[in-house]
């Protein structure tokens, strides 16, 4: 897994009573949420994502996720997002997901969209401003 060096954007989300399961921690399907609302947020914030008139939209085609150790609630967490890879239509993000200030992760996951028309919903290259963005956070080697 990837050490917090390795992650050039940083989310912190409030962990929920609701996310802890019979056994005490976050439940594995939580953090496919957290990674959707990191991946998203960035996009929102970079200009990148308009939810109700946006033109090309981001569909998810593929997830992972490997975990490492246990979260639980109250404590918050961190999320490490970059950019893995960039296709012509399609993005693949990466994120770790931390409990505040631990320095090794206790899950790593993966993201996908593909982008396609609103209307048409067949992929389309990614904008060029896009791939500028996406650019800024490409992810070098390993780290950790």
Same mark, same amino acid.
């Given at each position: 897994?990837?050490?917090?060096?390795?992650?050039?954007? #940083?989310?912190? $989300?409030?962990?929920?009573?609701?996310?802890?399961?019979?056994?005490?921690?976050?439940?594995?399907?939580?953090?496919?949420? #957290?990674?959707?609302?990191?991946?998203?947020? #960035? =996009? $929102?914030?970079?200009?990148?994502?308009?939810?109700?008139?946006?033109?090309?939209? &981001?569909?998810?085609?593929?997830?992972?996720? =490997?975990?490492?150790?246990?979260? %639980?609630?109250?404590?918050?967490?961190? $999320?490490?997002?970059?950019?893995?890879? =960039?296709?012509?239509?399609?993005?693949?993000?990466?994120?770790?997901?931390?409990?505040?200030?631990?320095?090794?992760?206790? %899950?790593?996951?993966?993201?996908?969209?593909?982008?396609?028309?609103?209307?048409?919903?067949?992929?389309?290259? =990614?904008?060029?401003? #896009?791939?500028? *963005?996406?650019?800024? $956070? *490409?992810?070098?080697?390993?780290? &950790?």
């Amino acid at each position: 897994m990837r050490g917090r060096g390795a992650y050039p954007v #940083w989310r912190e $989300i409030a962990t929920r009573w609701a996310d802890n399961d019979a056994y005490g921690h976050v439940n594995n399907v939580v953090h496919y949420s #957290w990674f959707d609302t990191a991946v998203n947020a #960035w =996009l $929102i914030e970079n200009g990148l994502l308009d939810v109700t008139h946006g033109d090309p939209i &981001g569909l998810v085609v593929e997830t992972g996720c =490997l975990y490492a150790g246990s979260l %639980a609630y109250p404590e918050p967490v961190e $999320i490490g997002l970059g950019v893995e890879r =960039l296709g012509g239509s399609s993005v693949t993000y990466r994120l770790g997901v931390f409990a505040r200030g631990a320095a090794e992760a206790a %899950a790593e996951g993966l993201f996908t969209h593909v982008y396609v028309g609103r209307e048409s919903r067949r992929p389309v290259p =990614l904008p060029e401003a #896009w791939r500028a *963005k996406l650019e800024t $956070i *490409k992810l070098g080697g390993r780290d &950790g």
